[in-house]
């Protein structure tokens, strides 16, 4: 069992262009999120998915846009980059958006916009 | 402004010490509070939780203390081992896992 995967690891992008970060769970998890890392920020929620064909928006949502077609896929899109997007992106599962369900973690992709 | 205050930034401990991390919150709506470890190039992972009707729990080297009153909780750990070395966060939830708010993180460093 894979649990999450992430693609690509690391990408550096040009600021204006558009970029589709991918997140694969296997574990049949309803609930899904995105969250970006920096430093001394801890990680902050983008957006969420509580099950396929549903979303909503987190904590910083500006600038970026996902999609649930089905359970296993969330994925997070820049339409136009921009310099402060450069982070650590990491996609999350739990089995419900129970508070007591745990959120599982993929690997991250950093990614750097110039 | 960060909803979830975390300290210390970095934290360096010798084997077999204590290590504590503190973490304090001002929204009272809050009423789970995960901590998670992550190890450089990886995903965070959950270590342990609690609800704010306990003050405190142990999992094996592990304890949280919890004081509602002050809206401050705290992660403690005995014997730390090098392979303890990685970054720590607190979190709180208020209703569901759409409304997690992490800390900044504390590096710990543990030298043999």
């Known amino acids: 069992i894979a649990g999450i995967t992430q693609a690509p690891t690391s990408q550096i992008l040009a600021a204006g262009r558009r970029m589709t970060l991918r997140c694969t769970q296997d574990m049949r998890h309803n609930a899904m999120y995105w969250y970006r890392q920096d430093l001394g920020l801890g990680l902050r929620l983008i957006h969420y998915?509580?099950?396929?064909?549903?979303?909503g928006k987190g904590e910083v949502p500006d600038g970026y846009s996902v999609s649930r077609a089905n359970t296993d896929d969330f994925p997070l899109t820049l339409a136009s980059a921009v310099p402060s997007q450069t982070s650590v992106y990491f996609c999350?599962?739990?089995?419900?958006?129970?508070?007591?369900?745990?959120?599982?973690f993929g690997p991250g992709t950093r990614l750097t916009v110039l | 402004q960060q909803q979830v205050k975390q300290s210390p930034q970095s934290l360096i401990v010798q084997k077999g010490g204590i290590s504590i991390i503190n973490c304090a919150y001002e929204?009272?709506?809050?009423?789970?509070f995960p901590w998670y470890q992550q190890f450089p190039g990886k995903g965070p992972a959950l270590l342990i939780a609690i609800r704010p009707d306990v003050s405190e729990k142990k999992e094996g080297r592990f304890t949280i203390s919890f004081n509602k009153s002050a809206k401050q909780f705290s992660l403690h750990f005995m014997d730390s081992q090098p392979g303890d070395s990685a970054t720590y966060f607190c979190a709180a939830i208020a209703y569901n896992n759409n409304d997690m708010r992490f800390g900044a993180g504390t590096r710990l460093t543990v030298k043999p």
């Open positions: 998915s509580n099950t396929a064909g549903t979303t």
């Open positions: 999350a599962s739990s089995q419900t958006s129970g508070r007591t369900d745990t959120q599982y």
């Open positions: 929204n009272t709506a809050f009423d789970y």
